[in-house]
């Protein structure tokens, strides 16, 4: 970062206290390392293998050849309209602030709300993932390991609290593993893609186009039984799921040099790349599988069965602990997100104890309860959600199908109120990353149509109990409001009270060292 000067860092400030918050957090991250975030909660080793089975059990080949292109666009329009703007307002937590800065205190709040309990969700489903994945590759064949609740909890112990330990101990030491798993994900890729295509028997490029349905039986019973245009339009969960996650670019904001240039930019290139590097991977590992038939009725276990089938152990086994690292490398990333959107919506009072959740470190310059809470809370919810069933469904199961729903919906949220803000007294300066009027407008259109797909495709069957979860968070979300937080909860500072928090900006900034 030498090309870092104590103006850029002036001007990333000033535009920080602009807004009424003190640099507290440290500016350790590249453009690259706010790139390799994103790219690192996406992580197509993770989404794109665990949940594979959701194309090769649906619409066959023609899920992955034609269904992740269109289902990776649906998460770029999201991506590119978040990027205008988070080169307006780059701070931590960024989400919150431009549903409160564009609309009012509620919608922040409400965005606030359903950003972190996708992002405390989503993480731990991405361990889960990541442990259902060591199991399948190391657990069970070498260490005779049984799937229990308690193996897969103390598996979740240990690997989230080395995620907090590390994010504990300071951005810098975070953002060199992000960026070594940028790096990591890009080789591990092209190395698999390139494996696939040499243990191929054939290559059938026509099955990548090739509609097939495998709903119930045929495909393992992974979706139920249905028509062959539902099925497809269902496996575009496979890169909607996967490619997601880009709001930490926004999310480490105050943590980044040149924030409006190097934010928006992260976004958009996390989600570009994924989607290419993924396609390949992908592609390639359907030309692979030597039936489609066969692979569909393996279910959740096809990828484990095509490699085992198709693959040299020792090349294999090489594969599998470069995919661990990267999905443990998913998990990190993710705990560094959430943790700075609690930190954010904390130092506006927006969560329970408060004061103590949005407290930086003097040693380290991070958010270490925030860090901590969120990790604490993930495990507890894979627990606690695990125990409970709704008939033969876990409600774990059940939530996780509502996290890209969650995620989603506050991704929409600001986006919707920026198409109506812009030009007006609320949005009437631009970032310097600007796509003109226009095509904001187009973006933003499409984000809200995406939603809406979104929402239908992820309440139905078997994830039809999600529609039930939403609508009862939605109440219970009404309530809190209504009931307390309307008249306690103040939202962002916004206009003259920014200049009274003069004192209070420079106090904080003395108080964890900075210059």
Known sequence: MSDY??????????????????????????????FAVSFSIICILSGGINSLAQATSGAGGAAIGIGWPLGCFISLVFAVAMAQISSAYPTAGGLYHWGSILGNRFTGWLTAWFNLLGLVTVLGAINVGTYY?????????????????????????????????????????????TDFSGYLIFATAILLALTCLVAADSYEVGRLFTFSNYSGETGGNVWPATSGTWVFLLGLLLPIYTITGYDASAHT????????????????????????????????????????????????????????????????????????????LCGLATVTSVS?????????????????????SPTYRTPVAAIWTGSILSVLFVWGSSLVSIGETPVYTIVVSCTVIFLFFSFAIPITLGLLAWGTSKWDKMGPWNLGEGMFKLFAVLSIIAMVLIFVLGIQPPN??????????????????FGFETRRFKGPPIGEEVARRAAVIAAAEKAVGEK
């Open 5 to 34: 000067t104590d103006v850029d860092k002036h001007e990333d400030m000033k535009v920080l206290h602009s807004m009424g918050y003190a640099q507290e957090l440290e500016r350790r991250m590249s453009s690259f390392s706010n």
């Open 133 to 177: 994945f060591f199991m399948g590759s190391f657990g069970t064949p070498y260490l005779g390991l049984e799937d229990s609740m308690t193996v897969r909890l103390v598996f979740l112990v240990i690997v989230t609290g080395l995620q907090a330990i590390v994010n504990h101990m300071g951005i810098g030491l975070t953002a060199k593993l």
């Open 253 to 328: 904001s105050e943590e980044t040099v040149k924030a409006a240039v190097s934010v928006p930019k992260g976004m958009v290139s996390s989600v570009l790349w994924s989607a290419l590097f993924g396609y390949i991977m992908l592609c390639s590992f359907v030309l692979m599988i030597p039936n489609m038939d066969e692979a569909a009725k393996q279910g959740w276990n096809v990828f484990f069965w095509a490699m085992d089938t198709q693959v040299h152990p020792l090349i294999k086994d090489v594969l599998y602990l470069a995919i661990f690292v990267s999905q443990w």
């Open 340 to 360: 700075r959107m609690i930190f954010a919506f904390s130092r506006d009072g927006g969560l329970p104890a408060s004061k103590a959740l949005a407290k930086v």
């Open 464 to 481: 039809d109990w999600a529609l039930y979860i939403t609508v009862g968070f939605l109440i219970v979300t009404a309530i809190v409001w």
